[in-house]
C-alpha cells in the first residue's frame, strides 16, 4: 500500500531534550516536506526537499533541522525542543513537487513539549 | 507567507445539501489543490487545478478557479455526514516548489 509513515505518532518530551521524528514513503517520490499545524493558523511549511541530499527552508525553520540521506527518509530532528514546538506535525511527499502533482501526507505527530 | 484564505472558516449543513467553500490567494500560481482532514489526521488530496483551468469535477466535488479574482471554490452536492471534516486550499506560487495552505473552512454536516 502506497503511504508515507510517520513515527512516533504521540510524543511528548522535555524542553532541550534533543527528539527525532522519522518519515518514510514507499512511493519513490523525489519531494518530500515537514509542515507544522497550529490551531487558528493552519499548515506552515518547515522544510522541504527536492531530492536526496537537497534541503530548502520552508516558512518556519528556526529550531528544526532534515536530512535527506535516502529518497525514501526525511527526518525532522529537534536539537534542543522549546514549548512553543508544541504542534502536530505532519510529513508529506509527491512525485516532482507541488507544481506538477498532489501531495501525500502521513498521519501526524503530535508533539507536547513540556 | 501564508497564501491561500478560507471562507467561512465554519459552515453548518443538514444532510443532502450542497456546500460551498471559498478560497483566496495573493499571488500568481501554478496551481491550486483542495485537501480533506478529518480531525486531527492526516490530509488527504482531492482535486488539482491548474492556473489555465477554470474547472474540474471530482464525483460529487466541483472546483472553479478565478485567476483574474484570484479565487477558487469547492462546491460538495449532495452533502452526506461522512463528508464532515475540515477543508483546506493550498497554493503552489509560479515558479516555486512550496504548498501554502490556508487556515481551512470546517464542515460539519448533520444527519
Known amino acids: 500500500e502506497a503511504q508515507v509513515t510517520q513515527n512516533p505518532r504521540y510524543l511528548i518530551t522535555v524542553t532541550g531534550k534533543k527528539l527525532t521524528v522519522t518519515c518514510s514513503q514507499n512511493m519513490n517520490h523525489e519531494y518530500m516536506s515537514w509542515y507544522r499545524q497550529d490551531p487558528g493558523l493552519g499548515l506552515r511549511q518547515i522544510y522541504y526537499?527536492?531530492?536526496?541530499?537537497?534541503?530548502d527552508k520552508g516558512d518556519v525553520p528556526e529550531g528544526y533541522k532534515v536530512s535527506r540521506k535516502e529518497k525514501r527518509n526525511f527526518p525532522l530532528i529537534l536539537e534542543s525542543p522549546s514549548p512553543n514546538q508544541t504542534s502536530l506535525y505532519f510529513c508529506a511527499s509527491s512525485f516532482g513537487g507541488p507544481s506538477n502533482t498532489e501531495a501525500f501526507f502521513g498521519q501526524g505527530t503530535r508533539l507536547t513539549v513540556v | 507567507s501564508q497564501q491561500g484564505e478560507e471562507d467561512p472558516q465554519a459552515l453548518s449543513i443538514q444532510e443532502g445539501e450542497n456546500a460551498t467553500m471559498n478560497c483566496s490567494y495573493k499571488t500568481s500560481i501554478n496551481n491550486l489543490q483542495w485537501y480533506r482532514q478529518n480531525s486531527g489526521r492526516g490530509l488527504v488530496h482531492l482535486i488539482l487545478?491548474?492556473?489555465?483551468?477554470r474547472e474540474k469535477h471530482s464525483g460529487r466535488l466541483r472546483v472553479t478557479l478565478d485567476t483574474s479574482k484570484k479565487s477558487s471554490s469547492l462546491l460538495i452536492t449532495a452533502s452526506r455526514a461522512a463528508d464532515t471534516a475540515s477543508y483546506f486550499c493550498a497554493t503552489v506560487e509560479t515558479g516555486a516548489n512550496n504548498l501554502f495552505f490556508g487556515t481551512g473552512t470546517r464542515l460539519t454536516v448533520i444527519p
Open positions: 487545478i491548474r492556473s489555465n483551468e
Open positions: 526537499s527536492m531530492n536526496v541530499e537537497v534541503t
